[in-house]
């Protein structure tokens, strides 16, 4: 099972760079917007409508792969998950628990507003108060 894992591990690693290859390969559709206002002969405003190129083509079914190989991966990592996994008891499941710290801790003290910080009018400022 290992190996099937490790094998589909590499395929979904080498679709993913080919994607982001295919992706920076591919012409975008704002490029042809200057065509559409007079610099080119297009029909349309984002560019010609026609039927999908060969890399586009190629990218969807790449997608679909990657997709299809993230499930495969999932499922393959979920089948042999030990019974006490992180994903099961968390991530503070090993720490060990320090004695005394069921104990209520004691309020911190309030610290001392600064001296002649009134705004005017009279009404002291806030801007020595730490906010809860």
Same mark, same amino acid.
């Not at 560019?47 to 393959?76: D, E, K, P, V």
């Given at each position: ?28 559709? !704002? @490029?042809?917007?200057? *065509?559409? #206002?007079? %610099?080119?002969?297009? =029909?349309? $405003?984002? !560019? @010609?409508?026609?039927? *999908?190129? #060969?890399? %586009?083509?190629?990218? =969807?079914? $790449? ?13 393959? =990592? ?55």
């Amino acid at each position: 099972m290992a190996l099937l894992e490790s094998f589909l591990l590499v395929v979904h690693l080498i679709i993913a760079v080919v994607i982001c290859g295919l992706v920076l390969l591919q012409h975008g559709k !704002g @490029a042809d917007m200057g *065509a559409a #206002f007079g %610099s080119g002969s297009s =029909g349309s $405003l984002f !560019g @010609a409508a026609g039927s *999908a190129n #060969f890399l %586009s083509r190629t990218t =969807g079914i $790449l997608a679909a792969l990657f997709f299809l190989s993230s499930l495969g991966l999932t499922y393959l =990592g979920t089948m042999h998950a030990k019974p006490k996994d992180v994903m099961q008891q968390g991530v503070m499941g090993n720490v060990p628990a320090t004695p005394g710290s069921d104990a209520p801790k004691a309020p911190a003290p309030a610290p001392a507003a600064p001296s002649g910080d009134a705004a005017p009018g009279g009404v002291p400022s806030k801007a020595g108060e730490v906010p809860k």
